[in-house]
């Protein structure tokens, strides 16, 4: 069967360096991707990853290793408003996203 | 602007009784998704739609229908098959162009009581 593995739930500080984990075991892989979710809102698209590397986009990288089905998520220099579900997903061989059930993130002062 | 919309927001239906949950997108995107959202778990695919007059049962197609008589609208009927309705829904749509970036509608909250 398909699965995406994420923990359930993380605790950071303001103004740190927080690493979220997903693995994933698909039928196929057309890419992975991280979306940001605040807690009663819809998911917004945060990250596209295809080749193996990482990928920065300001305070947020995404980094993906194909061969081990593995990729994190790094959130920098931490703000408040980063407090929420971090969703990670896999495009399958049929082009379909696979969902894992997301990582609560809380940040404290 | 260009995006999603659903409505309503917040429904609260009887049991027994199907509910319609309204998706209109002006992306000019060709495929659309319903996904339901539970705590603790992944979003579920309800049903897809790739083109107009067209479209596929998801994971969890039971107890749900759609229809896609226009490209920028995709109505997802809850009925009273559905033994547990209460969840957030949520709409998506995307281009053709295979990098699978999701635009999302901000959902519709449905509760059964």
């Known amino acids: 069967g398909q699965n995406i593995d994420q923990p359930t739930e993380m605790t950071a500080t303001e103004g740190a360096i927080v690493q979220i984990n997903c693995t994933y075991q698909t039928s196929g892989f057309n890419g992975l991707f991280w979306y940001q979710q605040h807690a009663g809102e819809a998911p917004t698209f945060l990250s596209y990853n295809v080749l193996d590397g990482l990928e920065e986009k300001g305070r947020f990288s995404s980094f993906l290793s194909r061969s081990k089905g593995y990729s994190y998520l790094l959130l920098k220099e931490l703000q408040m408003k980063d407090s929420a579900s971090y969703l990670c997903?896999?495009?399958?061989?049929?082009?379909?996203?696979?969902w894992g059930a997301g990582t609560k993130l809380i940040i404290k002062p | 602007d260009g995006g999603i919309t659903q409505s309503p927001k917040y429904l609260f239906r009887k049991e027994g009784q199907n509910v319609t949950l309204s998706c209109e997108q002006n992306?000019?995107?060709?495929?659309m998704y319903w996904y339901r959202q539970d705590p603790g778990q992944g979003l579920r695919l309800i049903y897809y739609?790739?083109?107009?007059?067209?479209?596929q049962k998801g994971d969890i197609a039971e107890g749900y229908s759609v229809s896609r008589e226009k490209k920028e609208s995709f109505p997802l009927t809850v009925t009273s098959a559905q033994k547990n309705p209460t969840a957030f829904y949520l709409c998506a749509s995307t281009g053709q162009d295979h990098t699978g970036e999701l635009f999302f509608g901000e959902g519709s909250r449905l509760t059964v009581l």
């Open positions: 739609s790739q083109i107009v007059n067209d479209f």
């Open positions: 992306l000019n995107h060709d495929a």
């Open positions: 997903a896999v495009m399958d061989s049929n082009y379909q996203l696979i």
